[in-house]
Nanobody, 120 residues
Framework: QVQLVESGGGLVQAGGSLSVSCVVS????????MGWYRQAPGKERELVATITSGGSTTYADSVKGRFTISRDNAKNTVYLQMNSLKPEDTAVYYCNAVIGQPWGTLINYWGQGTQVTVSS
């Protein structure tokens, strides 16, 4: 069984910073891409940032230059540093990990989500 447990988040004023982290635990053969997604009330879940096992990153245009994704492969952990936060960044942030199985199958796992609220 694989679990993704997020921590961090909370309430911050516009212009402030927050960080969230996500630890992957359980029976893991390999972790491929990891990422963060978010879902605001009444909106669909959207990509925020992803990072490959080799460290290559992608970002949504709306967060480029403000958010930084990183990972510690030894700790099976992915981080998201969020700076210059805006009210429109308010959402539930979900961790995602693509876990490889010994027989080659890739399985997508999600965390339970953590709330980030940015006040104006």
């Amino acid at each position: 069984q694989v679990q993704l447990v997020e921590s961090g988040g909370g309430l911050v004023q516009a212009g402030g910073s927050l960080s969230v982290s996500c630890v992957v635990s359980g029976v893991i053969f390999s972790i491929n891409a990891m990422g963060w997604y978010r879902q605001a009330p009444g909106k669909e879940r959207e990509l925020v940032a992803t990072i490959t096992s080799g460290g290559s990153t992608t970002y949504a245009d709306s967060v480029k230059g403000r958010f930084t994704i990183s990972r510690d492969n030894a700790k099976n952990t992915v981080y998201l540093q969020m700076n210059s936060l805006k009210p429109e960044d308010t959402a539930v942030y979900y961790c995602n990990a693509v876990i490889g199985q010994p027989w080659g199958t890739l399985i997508n796992y999600w965390g339970q989500g953590t709330q980030v609220t940015v006040s104006s």
